[in-house]
C-alpha cells in the first residue's frame, strides 16, 4: 500500500481532528503531498498541500485559518490536523502524492490513499 490514511470520525461541529496517512517510502518522498476531499454528491476537491519538508503551504480558503498540514519525515507520515470543524466540513478525506502537473490543486495524483470519512454533526 503506498498511502493509508486514517483518523476520521464523527465529531460536533467546532471540534477538532487529525487525520494521519502513512506512506511507503517512494511516496512519501514526493515533492508535493495533499489532501482533498469528497462531500457527497460533489466533486472531489483540494483542501490542502505542502511541498518537501514544511513549506511553503497551501489552503483552500474554505479552510484556511481552521487546518494545517504538516509532515513527519522520520515517521512518513503526513497529517491534517483539522480544528473549528463545521457540518460543512464532512466529507471522505483522501491523502495524495506526487502531482502529474505543478498544479497542486488538481486532483491529478499519481498516489492516493483509501480515503477516511469525516462526519460533522451540528
Known amino acids: 500500500v503506498q498511502l493509508q490514511a486514517y483518523g476520521g470520525g464523527l465529531v460536533q461541529a467546532g471540534g477538532s481532528l487529525r487525520l494521519s496517512c502513512a506512506a511507503s517510502e517512494r511516496t512519501f518522498s514526493s515533492n508535493i503531498m495533499g489532501w482533498f476531499r469528497q462531500a457527497p454528491g460533489k466533486e472531489r476537491e483540494f483542501v490542502a498541500a505542502v511541498v518537501w519538508r514544511a513549506s511553503p503551504t497551501y489552503y483552500a480558503d474554505s479552510v484556511r485559518g481552521r487546518f494545517t498540514i504538516s509532515r513527519d519525515h522520520a515517521k512518513k507520515t503526513l497529517y491534517l490536523q483539522t480544528n473549528s470543524l463545521k457540518p460543512e466540513d464532512t466529507a471522505v478525506y483522501y491523502c495524495?502524492?506526487?502531482?502529474?502537473?505543478?498544479?497542486?490543486?488538481?486532483?491529478?495524483?499519481?498516489?492516493w490513499g483509501q480515503g477516511t470519512l469525516v462526519t460533522v454533526s451540528s
Open positions: 495524495a502524492a506526487d502531482p502529474k502537473t505543478y498544479d497542486y490543486y488538481r486532483d491529478e495524483y499519481n498516489y
